[in-house]
């Protein structure tokens, strides 16, 4: 989830006031942050899906600074729609018809099926085992919570004499720190999180499918969890492990009950599966992976049908892959119509539980993989954490690190184009997104997308294809190849978009028309000299960077480890006759330009270094080569 979260920062904005009108795409009639007033509408709030309502989640909020989706605890019959989302997404074929919308529709329809089929008819039993698990998970915390209580106050009362002795002295010690001697409420959490390491690795040895587990785990997960955000906060030990033993039950629940909960929504599927003529996922030795990276809005789902080409190109049967797009789950959390002229915020109103149920498919992804029952995947989504650019982990963060062979597709979109289509989906599809916000995400997908692109391309372990795709076309054109290649070689077609990647990272989140972009960038840094970091990076960090033109395929420089290997100056001047390729070329080459008396080598092409078969690009490029 994103930091700035519209729930967290829903109580900014004035409580009263009615829907704003909409005019366009540059006012597309909904806020960056959510109205106070529509705060209990969100689905992580609402009395028929969670317990605690909206008054009771901003208590705790401010009490532990915890996010408010983590103190919500979810209804069974919420949960049991959680793990059916999950699994219809991870375990069945959906078709994805011809029009973008079907997934969605295919997707919902098979949820209702299975819902009013299997489903509902057993929710008594789901509520009961929901009941069960809760009351194990209590007693766990209870006993815990019980046995370091009565450690504490031992302690505390063979030391209070001697801290009398010392009351005089200056720096007066906290009433927290006073009560909390013998087990602080710090060591406690230690203690927990240790627990929980060993009930996991148990879990984990003892492994079933299908198995929920020791309830240990999800239970002493909790408990350090809650026990460190009340560390300083509570008056003494007991009234922390008071407030600690309702929460943290609440917090174990949205994990352990959960699972139990998913055992028996997943005998429902393989019913649904028999009787429905649903297709089951068949496990892949090796796994495709293919992952779709770019802003909100940047047409990443309209890739599918050439993706789809794809695979068959490469012999993989297309329904054999699990379609991975939260987005279509978003119509089942919440009714839009029911939400009359505020409809324009439902996306925003199930945006935390489905970041949520998000993280949920990559942990139950993950089991699958750990037991061998890894699927082929598509994965078209945007998040946060799918651009984090602070570490080398970035490469074990994805889903795609489960895939033998892995294809990225990035896409390169211009933030007026972003707001256009956004607004368009709006129209069509009803999900609206604030112009500042589609700004926001499209600077946080373009700072990150380098790191992402050469952590996964410098692997060795897997082959890994990646793709940049130039998205600046007409509504049912395909895109531009802007760059492709494997692992560390890279074929760079289209130098100024490849610019682009760090040009949009400047773009001003406040503008309100097209013409205000980048009126805070200033003209110098505008300049193309000034958008080379990439492509430095590129050349530095990658085994060969080839350059050619988009058009024709015709190679003009090779760099190897860094350093020019090979230049043909005649297609070289034809390249730095425009702005952009001259800025990149004096910025990785050096030196390269005053070749002009070097002889001329025969003209290359990149289908001399690379065969056919191994170009596996979705976009257009090279279509003016020489027969």
């Known amino acids: 989830m994103p930091d700035t979260s519209p729930m967290l920062d829903a109580g900014r904005m004035p409580a ?28 992580i709030f609402r009395p028929e899906n969670v317990f605690a309502g909206v008054e009771r989640v901003k208590e705790l909020h401010d009490l532990t600074g915890l996010d408010f989706s983590e103190m919500v605890c979810f209804r069974p019959e919420r949960l049991a729609l959680h793990e059916l989302l999950i699994r219809v997404t991870a375990d069945l074929w959906v078709s994805d018809g011809s029009r973008y919308e079907d997934l969605g529709i295919n997707f919902r329809s098979m949820i209702a099926t299975i819902l009013a089929r299997y489903v509902d008819p057993d929710m008594g039993r789901i509520a009961n085992a929901y009941n069960e698990s809760r009351e194990a998970l209590r007693a766990i915390i209870s006993q815990a919570l019980a046995s370091a209580t009565e450690t504490t106050s031992a302690v505390a009362s063979r030391q209070r004499g001697l801290r009398s002795l010392f009351a005089s002295r200056a720096g007066r010690r906290s009433a927290v720190e006073r009560e909390d001697d013998g087990m602080s409420l710090l060591h406690f959490a230690d203690e927990c999180e240790k627990t929980a390491a060993e009930a996991d690795a148990a879990n984990h040895a003892s492994a079933v499918v299908g198995d929920a587990g020791d309830p240990r785990a999800a239970a002493f997960r909790a408990l350090a969890r809650i026990c460190r955000a009340l560390y300083g906060k509570v008056g003494g030990w007991r009234t922390a492990s008071e407030l600690a033993a309702s929460v943290a039950t609440d917090l174990a629940c949205n994990e352990y009950c959960a699972r139990q909960i998913g055992r028996l929504i997943e005998q429902h599927v393989l019913e649904a599966v028999r009787r429905e003529g649903y297709r089951l996922l068949p496990h892949r030795d090796p796994a495709v992976v293919m992952n779709t990276k770019g802003p909100s809005a940047s047409g990443k789902s309209t ?96 889903l795609s690190r489960f895939g033998q062979v892995v294809y990225f597709f990035f896409m390169i979109t211009p933030p007026d184009a972003l707001v256009e289509r956004a607004w368009k989906r709006g129209l069509e599809l009803g999900r609206y997104k604030a112009v500042d916000d589609i700004l926001a995400h499209s600077i946080e997908a373009y700072s990150g997308m380098p790191h992402l692109f050469l952590t996964w391309a410098r692997r060795t372990d897997k082959m890994v294809h990646f793709e940049f795709l130039d998205n600046s076309v007409e509504l049912g054109q395909a895109p531009r190849t802007v760059a492709f290649g494997w692992n560390g070689q890279v074929f760079v077609l289209d130098v100024k978009c490849m610019m682009d990647v760090v040009r949009y990272r400047k773009v001003n989140v406040d503008a309100t028309a097209p013409a205000q972009l980048f009126s805070d960038a200033g003209e110098q840094a505008m300049k193309p000299e000034h958008s080379t970091e990439f492509l430095l990076q590129c050349v530095r960090q990658l085994h060969e960077v080839t350059f050619a033109d988009q058009a024709t395929g015709r190679l003009y420089l090779r760099i190897e480890e860094g350093r020019p290997i090979w230049v043909d100056t005649d297609a070289m001047a034809a390249a730095v006759s425009e702005p952009h390729t001259r800025a990149a070329v004096l910025a990785v080459a050096p030196g390269v330009l005053d070749r002009s008396g070097s002889p001329r080598p025969a003209q290359q092409y990149v289908f001399d270094l690379l065969p056919p078969d191994r170009i596996r690009t979705l976009g257009s490029w090279g279509r003016e080569r020489p027969a």
């Not at 190109?313 to 892959?321: K, L, P, Q, T």
């Not at 839009?336 to 945006?351: K, N, V």
């Open 16 to 43: 009263g006031g009615t829907p704003e009108a909409a005019d366009g795409p540059w006012n597309p009639g909904v806020k960056s942050r959510l109205p106070a007033r529509l705060l209990p509408l969100s689905t």
């Open 303 to 398: 890739l599918r049908p050439l993706q789809h080409a794809l695979a068959d190109r490469i012999g993989a049967d297309w329904r054999d892959f699990a379609l991975i797009s939260p987005d279509i789950w978003r119509k089942q959390l919440i009714d839009y119509a029911s939400l009359g002229a505020d409809h324009r915020y439902g996306g925003m109103l199930t945006a935390e539980e489905l970041a949520i149920i998000d993280r949920k498919l990559d942990r139950y992804v993950e089991a699958k993989a750990e037991q061998g029952r890894m699927t082929h995947l598509l994965i078209d989504r945007f998040r946060f954490g799918s651009f984090l650019f602070q570490s080398e982990r970035t490469g074990d963060q994805l």
